[in-house]
């Protein structure tokens, strides 16, 4: 499939979140509680109002023909240990229906050459440990546990695993 993508406008925003929504549910139904998900959906749509503001640098549409498909953020890492060499893969989202068709790869690839061009020569992010499926993900895409671990309350506790990949 092909796809383009480029810097989310603040008009992007309702289809934004709609993407966020649905992959989390689709994501992390089997370990987040459903609960959670609802209660973090039902911001979704402000919280992407006030994220894309016009002077947006960070987030990404992911469309094909024209539709957004998926969302990506691609940051200076926000990691405290990090040096300047490092850039951060926020969040990498696809509509449930785009899942496992390579529109995953091909984001992954366009993140790693806006790193490169940033002057980047790392990149990092922050799955759950429970999200067996995105962590073969990653490490299909070359990315490794570097051994940094935090916790997160999702509903539950919710240990995270930092992975790594020299670009």
């Not at 139904?29 to 609960?35: A, G, L, N, V, Y």
């Not at 549409?61 to 498909?69: L, P």
């Not at 490169?116 to 962590?135: C, H, P």
């Not at 990315?143 to 671990?149: E, N, S, Y």
Request: glycine share 6%; hydrophobic share 40%.
């Amino acid at each position: 499939m092909n796809i383009t993508i480029r810097l989310a406008a603040p008009a992007d925003a309702p289809e934004m979140a709609e993407i966020h929504m649905r992959s989390w549910e689709a994501a992390y139904r089997d370990i987040i509680p459903i609960e959670y998900i609802r209660e973090k959906n039902a911001t979704r749509p402000a919280l992407w109002k006030r994220i894309l503001i016009d002077d947006n640098t960070t987030e990404y549409a992911i469309q094909s023909g024209g539709k957004i498909i998926g969302i990506m953020g691609i940051a200076v890492s926000r990691d405290e240990d990090a040096d300047n060499a490092i850039c951060e893969l926020k969040s990498i989202y696809l509509h449930p229906d785009h899942f496992r068709q390579g529109i995953g790869t091909q984001a992954m690839a366009f993140a790693f050459e806006k790193a490169r061009k940033l002057g980047k020569s790392v990149m990092t992010l922050w799955v759950f440990a429970e999200n067996d499926n995105s962590i073969k993900f990653y490490e299909k895409c070359g990315f490794a546990p570097d051994g940094k671990t935090k916790t997160l309350d999702c509903g539950k506790k919710m240990d995270c695993v930092r992975m790594r990949k020299n670009l």
